[in-house]
Each structure stands twice: as structure tokens, then as C-alpha cells.
């Protein structure tokens, strides 16, 4: 009964054969001259619709996001995103590292989602030009966003045209993107550049992967410094088939897809089950992989003692306690029922 | 017949099994909280003799290699190395990144080597303390060089002397450490911290890993930043078994070391064919895996008709024609031998 | 009646003419080893009753405000700041650029000072030590504030302590501190370390100076890096005496606060009037020689008829127009009578 | 017989005399909008004969240097110049930091002055494109050198070539371009962008001014980002008129000009006296202010008893001892006269 993170879990066995077939066919060209490398991008294209996209894998979803937005920012910059999201709590300013010093600007909404007027109303400032003022350059959203909910293609539309009306680039951190797809079933086009997203950090490694991500340019122009900057970063694997073999196989037969079909669905079903007993209550809707619920607390000893793993999460209000439970690709029905039913038993 | 580089070849069965384990047996503690990451610090306080070193694996040499220097010199410091290191010329400003904006400064030398005179004369200058010098702070050895030459025990510690008396750390870009440590024949501290190496950046990815090195800090007061710059580096991975597992694997039951002479041989074997031959010239001394060489026109044509691969280098001398030949793990004896025939035959 | 800023207005007398005798006097030393800088560090000492502290003259309070913060974190830590902080919205991401990227967290709270529970709120996050998240590092204030107003000692103090608690270093932007210290009417050192100011970032340019801040520091050995980050920065000057000349008559007899007084008492007079009349509202308390306060239209169209000069200033209520005023050491007070009788006049 | 350093000078009556008014005559606009600003981009045009110049007013020569070299380059990039260059040893990293991390690559040449050949080498480099290897951007050259020789507009104008060639832009560390323009005698234009030069860092400080340099681009669209960076780098005065008003004396009336030749003048008489006398001799040709010479033991000590004042310099020879001489605006024919006795009497 795991449910501390989708980073703790393993790899899907389709993905560690892929590696291992991958380095014992022998040499291979090197630093993403190889063919897994060029298949990934071939199959985001095809996956994405859109013929003209880059793509680049990288080892974590730090570098993807930073390495991204570096491209869209300079060093003067202001990048807009919501307080809570990864790049401004969890990424030990890797963002200003990477950008020289571009400035993260939050902006609230409810559920971990950016409020389209707060943002409007921040682009609207008269700062562009103006050598004092960080100068308005991308707007960075999460996808699903840090409270397991999940935009809607036409609220990332609504964030769009605010972003590129003022000249900014739209980034997407898609660490849960095939969570996030799996809850909308729409084509990935649609939740993507067809929204008006012009980057996108495609997560695997939360997603039965070992470790792989790929940055995805919808506008191939934004990623010409992309490469000097990944190896600039340290970021550019000489065996790159490590990654590649990877995302290879997670977009091979929707594979991706399904890891993601399965995490939500757990999701739901654990919340199915929780939801119905006294006591309970959801912080954010459930989207996507995530759970963010209050317990009581002797529900939450009794599933502490039966060897329940979860992690406590910061509530607003005074005495209540609130954790997260996180489902992913390789989640046990059989532990989700058992969690249940040691749940009600409380 | 692929001499081209050991970035090219593939992995080790050891290691890469070992990477399959790792990520078939379900959830793991993340961010190096695993068993796998605690065994490998376990696996080199015993190999280097040394229990008080604290080690973290990285994906990449340049990683390694730039992470570890941030650790030994303010923004305004001096790293001193030889003009063809590889964190000079082929890491893409990375140290200067790292570092946030340290100085590489070049200290010459024959075949690879830093000239201890010379990098004496360098750090005898009055400019310590002076605001307006860059402040000499850290000295970078290439162990075994990027001319395949190796750096014995006292010669290290000749340039150690240096560059403790001036108050200055030493680090050692081991990209190729197991192939130095199998020419020498000595323990590994006695070409690392007994000599006077207060970091290394111990490889493993061209020798038989999939992508992984680890950084080896000797002088465990000088790593209390690191973990802060792997973080802000996007150099932390959430499932870090992915690192530690190739490590893991690499210093088990000397497989590092196996690796490493069996390259060495390889070379050797190739070195001793090609040098009977007439109008073949060395560069370099052969001590590790890498070979440049002078081929006569007519030989190389011949070589290059019948599918041998190996890289152009530049040469001093108008009209010659060098290589390089490199060897690896899994250099086959036979293609070894085929090459030297076709060569002999020209 | 140029009520625009205390930017625009020129210079005092005997700070031009201390100037201009400071580079007819022929050869000094140069990079500070003069004595016009040994002469204001002593004032400093004597001014602030502390005879251990360290200063230095820098041109901009951007460069003192950012120098001195580099001193104060590390590129993976946390500064707390207004969001109307200067830092925050005037220096175009210059404290990202020197401290290599830390973060700016805003610490909201009324009239432009930071609230004390939301400060304390904020430094007691379990971040310290984590990896993953900015590590607290400085607290920031301006004294007087982006909205005129002044903290009281006490109140620095109350920010001092959690700022202390937690390990943090408080600086103080005091662009305007001798205005703020005109209006407590404390001792120097009352309003600065006495209260727990670890570093100040002295101004004199906006108050009478031609361009010269102090950065002093209470604290010596907070500043060990700082002349390093000064010359790295391009702010040290050959010929430091240019900025020292004129913060040794800014110190002399006075002067530094005989203008805040002027400034603060032309500020009274203007408010004192326009106050009285029908329409009008303050943002703000004025404590120091700003004014940030509603005009009725009609009132501000015959002050821009008759030539008065000031900058509109945001307003949160729709249809309301706000504006600020800054009165400065050579005010004069026939300008602000005619500006008060033109505005009765409305 | 101060012969220390033309930064230990005072500042030219007419120049102190313009600043004092600039500040006595009341309010102006801040951040550069002032007359004196503009008054000064217009005589940089009528002087340099190019009406779509740009230029900036900053305080410092490194300012000026390192501002507009982060105009030439990426992160990634490498600026070439000599070992000597300033950029290279007195600006304590400046480079690397405003450059993000730029990389200087130092071509060696007789008299401080880059080998054409060397450079025209080392820009051939198949580096071009290449993510590993940092990308050639700029070069920087020194007027007059470190070693106090200067450029013709031939010797310029061969190393734009190569430069413009390959594609990088041409800087000229003009800190005493005056004092390179007098040795010359041609017009300002031939010396500077007819020979191909990009961007001059013109400075004043060193010949007559209290502190003030201009950024002067030749090529407008190079200068796009300055005034980002140099408000990012706290080098935007708000009272800018210091600093302009500076630099319009120093421009009028052939200021600049005269007292480049003075200190010239004085130089030579220097050169021609000592050269006469047993025992000296010139380590480099003195076209410009600096002399670099050896001094017979016996007359360095008579000369130093008798209050001479001069820098003693790194020789290469052992057991040689020499010293460094610097004229200015403002040295005295009758110290020279005194110097050249007490020498000869020696």
C-alpha cells in the first residue's frame, strides 16, 4: 500500500527491456545521433500531429523545465507561473540558475490553477521597454497542475491568449501530461500546441519510466539554443539511448497512454471509496493521480498501523489533517481495496 | 572494427541486468534514499581505503566534472588545467556555468600532462587577496589525459604540492580513472587521495555503464554545497536507483577494473601491431585506452575501405594524417587482429 | 514645482564643492586607499556608535542593494521582500544576477512594509536543509518604504527576530534612511543594528548627493566577500574619491540630516494643505518626503496648467486618480505655497 | 614625481568645473533623459563621423568593457584576447559574470598585441556549430595595449578581418583610445569602425575625467540589450549627469585630444631622457603614456630616495629589474626634467 509518490515506484517492463536491448546491440552513435533518438521525435510528430516539432530528452523534469524556459526568456525576464508550481517550490532556483537570473512572478488561482484575470491583469502592466521592470516573458503552467487537477484545453486557450497577446511564450511543465490527456481524452494536439502551448515538458519518469523526459517545441525557432544549452547544463548523455530507448517505448502502442489510464483510474477508485465514508473530504478535485484529502485521524492511525504509505500536506485550517495519496502505472487494485476497506473499518 | 570512442559502444551485461533488478522490484525510497546509492558510497569507502569520503552519482562527466569544481571556487576564482582538458575545450562553457562565472586557466604541458614548473610559476603570482586577479582556487587533472597518457602517483602528487601549498583543492576528472588505475597497478588512493586528489569525478559511462559516474568527494567539508548544486542543476533524479544500480554493479566484484584492462590490453595489442609497421607514428606514449597515431595515406584508405572506423585529429605538422583509435570493454580480439592484418596488408 | 523626484533634483553645494576639491588637490590613491574613504568609514563608526563596522562607497542603490544581498545568500536561497519592494519591481532582476540566481519571495503587508505574522509564517516552513526548495536566507526591508512610510525601531526589531530566529541575515534598503530617521528622530544606530540590522544600503544620492551610497555593514564578517563582488561587478572605482568626497560632506556637520529634515518638513507642508482640501485623500501616512494621495481632476488639471510636476500614480479603485509627490533637500517652500494655493484655488 | 598610475591623477579643471555646474543649475531628468546625455551621443557622432551611432555613459572601464562584451556574445560563446588584456587579468572575472559565462580564449602576440596569425588560427578551429565546443563570438583588443603600444588602423583592420569573417564582432577596449588616437594622428572613424572595430569602450577616467567611460556601438543593432543589462548590472546612474556631463567637457573643444597629447609628450621626453643613459632599457616601444623599462639598481634607488614614484613591473629575466611609468593629462614637464636629472646623476 505505497501511495507516498509516483517517483518511488519501479519501471514498466516494456521500458526496462527497451534499455536493455538497447545497450546490448553494441555500438551506436553518440550524444543523440542514434536512431531511438530519432524515432522519439518521429513519434512525438506523429503523435502530435505536427510535422515541424523538435524534441529533445533529457534525464529529470528539472532540466526539461529550465532548459525550456530558458529559451523563452532573457535573462531580464519575468516568468509567470502559479505559486505553488514545481519550478518556484520545488526546484531549488534552478529556474533562475538556468535563465541567468530571470524572475518567477505568482500568480494565484484556485486548485493550483493560474486565475486567466490575474494573469491578464499582470500582463497588462505598462513595464514592457522599460529597463527597470523584469520584462514579461513566458508564462509557465502545469499539466496536471500540482493539485492533481487538470486544465481544460480551453482554459490552457484562455492562459494562451493573454500570454501571446503581450508577445510571451506559453510553457507547459508536463510531468503528469499523460495523466492529464487520459482526464481530458482529447488528441494530445488539442491539450498542446492547438491550445497555444509553444513548449512542453513531456514527462515519463512518473509515468513508468526509469528516468526520461522530452522537451517538445511546437515552434522549432524557440529551440535553436536548445542544444547549447542542454550540453551547457551537463545534460547531454554521450549514450543518449538511455533516454531515448526509453521514450521510445512509452510512446510505442500507447503505452503512455495506458500507464496513465491505469494511475487515474486507481485514483478514482480510491477516492470512490474515501469519499463515501464520514469524515473525509477532498482539498482539490481528482483529475488525475493525485489525491489531496483531509483524515480523520484515527482513519489515518489505524492505516498507518496496517502499513499504509502516504505523505501529510499542509492544510489551511487549523487542527484539521490533510495528506496526499499518489496512484501510478503499476498501482495494485488489490491495494487500493485493502486500503478501503482498513479505511471504513476505522 | 569500431574504434570511433568507448561513448559509442554499448554496456556491460552486468550493469545493465543490474539496472533491470533495480527497477523490476517495485517501489523504491527517491532522490538517493535508496539502498542502492547507500551501497555504493559503502562500495568506495572500501575500494579508496577511505570511510569518511561521501560520494553522489551524476549522469553525466560534464556533470560531474562542473558540480565538483562549484564545490571549490568563489565566482571570482581561477581553475587552473592543461589546455586540452576536456572541461576547457569540450564542455561548452559548463565549468564557467557551474561556477558561476570562474576562469579557466591554461597551464601547458607535454602529451596531455600539466607541467608542474609551469603551474608552479602560475600560483607563485602575487595575486592573492588582490580584488582586481582572478583568485586561484582549484587545479583539474585529467586522469588518464586526453592524450591517453596517464599521471603516475607522484607526478599527481608533484601538482598536488602545488596547489596545497597555495591553498588550493585538487580535482581530478577520472572520465577514464579504472583505465589510469590498471596501467599503474597501484590501490586507488594512492593515485587519488593519497596523492593528494581532494575530488574525483570517477567514471563509468565509457566504461561499460549505460550513463553514470560519481563524484568522489575525499574531503567530505568540501561537498556540503553539493547536493544544493545538483539540485539546482537539474541534476537530481527522482529514482536514483537508475545511477547507483550501474554503480553498484560497476564496483562489484572488480568488474570496473576488469573492464578497464581489458581496454588497456586491447590498445596495447592494437599499439603493438601498428608500430612495426612502417611510416605508423605515435603522438603520445599509449598508457590507457586511446591511441594517436600517424597512418601512412595508403594504410588508412585501406583501413577505411574494409569498414574500420576511427576519428581524424588534428596534427602539428602540415601534410601528416593522425587518428585516433580508441578500445573499449567490449573490444572484440578479433577485430583487433583484423585491423592490424588489413594494416599489415597495406 | 517639480514634485517628480528626489532623483531629478541636483546636488548640495558642499557636496559639489567637496567634489570639486577632492580632483583639484592632484594624485590620490586610487581603488579606495584614499583618505575620503577612510574619512566616511570613521564617520560611519562614529555616527552609528559602532566602531567594528565596514562601509563601502558604491555609485547606485541598486549596486549597494544587490552587493550587499549577494553577501547574504546563497544562489539556491530565498530573499523575503515586499512586493512594492524596490529590489522586487525597479532593478530589472539585478538581485537574481548578483546572488547567481536566488529568489525573491514576496512578504506581503499594508503601506508598503512587510507584515511581521506573515513574515514569521513564511521562515517557519520545514524548507531549511531541503534540497528541494529555495533555502531562507535574507530578509529585505526599505526604510522609508516604496509608500512613504516609515518602521519604527520596534517594528524593525519585531522583523529582526524572526528573520534571526531562523538564521536569516536582515538587510535594509535605506535609499531614504536619513528621512526615515529625520521622521523617528532615534539615533542612528537605534534604527539600524541596535534594532538588528545585519546590513544597510545608505543612501545619499536622492538626498542631496550626485550619486553615492554606503553599504555598511554591522556585521564585519558578513563582508568578507564583498570587494571581490564590487570589482566582479564593475563597480569599483579608480577613482574612488568621486564617491567618497561626497559621502564625507554628506556625514560632516550634519548635512545628512538637515536635508532629510527639509525634505520631510516640505513633504508635512505640502500634506498639511492639500489635506485640508475637499477631494482629496491619502494613500498613505506621509513619514517621510513622500506623497502618495488622490487629486480630483479639476485640482490636477490646473496644477499641470500651471506647470506643477508630478507622476500619476496606479490606483486599485476604479475611476480614481492617484499621484504622487516627492519633495526633496532643496525644496522650496514659495514652490510648495504656490503648488497649495493653486490647488485651493481649484 | 608621482608616476604611479593615470588613475591616481585628479580630474581636468573643465571637467570638474561642468560637473559642479551640471549639479548647481536644479532638476533634470533622471536614468539618462537629460541634455547632457544627449549632448554627448551627438558629439560621439560628429566626432566619430557616424550619425547612427549609439553610446552610454557608465562609471567604469570595466563597466564599459564587460557590458558591452555581453552584447557580443551567448553563454556559450568564447571571446578571444591577449594574455595581457585587462579583461583577462584585472577585472576579476567581470567577463565571465556579465556574460553569463562566456569563456576567454587568449591569443598571445609581441607587445601586447594579438598575432594576427594566431588569431586567424584559432578562428578556423571546426568548432563552429558544434554543441561541446564553446562558440567563437568576439574579440577583444586593447588601445592602447597593456604594454603601452598601440594598433595602426592597418594592424585593426587585419584582425577584423579574420574576426568578421568567422562571423564574430570586433570589441576595442578603448581606455585609452585618446591617448592610441594622438600616437596615430588620424581621425577617430579610422582608428574605430573604418578599421572594423564593432564596439569601443572610450574611456575618460584615465585622461582627465573623475570617472566616466562611454559604450560607444558602432553597430545600433548590437546595442538592443544594453540598457537591460546595464540597469540589471546597477550601472544606470539616476542622476546620469555625473557622468555625461563628464564626458561633454572631456569631448568639447579637443579635450580629450590634448590632454592624450600632453601625457604623450611627457612620455616621450621621459623615454628620450632615460633611453640616453647606461643601463636602461625598454621592455616594449612606447607609443602611448606607459613606459616599461629596466632601471639600474643604483638609479632605482637614487630615484626612489629622492620621493619618485613608479610600480615596479614582472620581468622575465633574472636577476632584471623593471618598472612601470605612467604620464597624464596633468604631469609636470619639470617632474619629468627632475626625474631625468636625478637618473643621470645616478
Known sequence: MNFRSDNEVGAHTRIIEAVARAFACGPAPSYGADDWTHRVEHRLRDLFEKPDLVAFPVATGTAANVLSLACCTPSWGAIYCHPQAHIAVDEANAPEFFTSGAKLCLIDGPAGKIDPKRLAKAL???????VHHPQPAAVSITQATECGTVYAPEEVAALASSTHRHGLKLHMDGARFANALSFVGCAPAELSWKAGVDVLSLGATKNGALAAEAVVFFDAGLAREFE??????????????LLSAQLDAYL???????NAHHANAMARRLVAGLT?????QLLYPVDANEIFLVLPAHM??????AGAQYHPWPSDRPG???FRLVTA???DPKDVDRFLSIAKAA
Do not use: C, I, N
Open 252 to 258: 510505442a502502442d500507447g503505452l503512455w497512454l495506458d
Open 329 to 331: 502505472f503499476d498501482t
Open 300 to 305: 489515518h492511525d489505524e492505516l498507518q498501523a
Open 124 to 130: 497588462a502592466q505598462p513595464v514592457y521597454g522599460v
Open 228 to 241: 547549447f544549452r542542454r550540453k551547457r547544463g551537463g545534460h547531454l548523455l554521450s549514450k543518449m539511448r
Open 276 to 280: 463515501a465514508l464520514k469524515g473525509t
Open 320 to 322: 484539521e489533517r490533510a
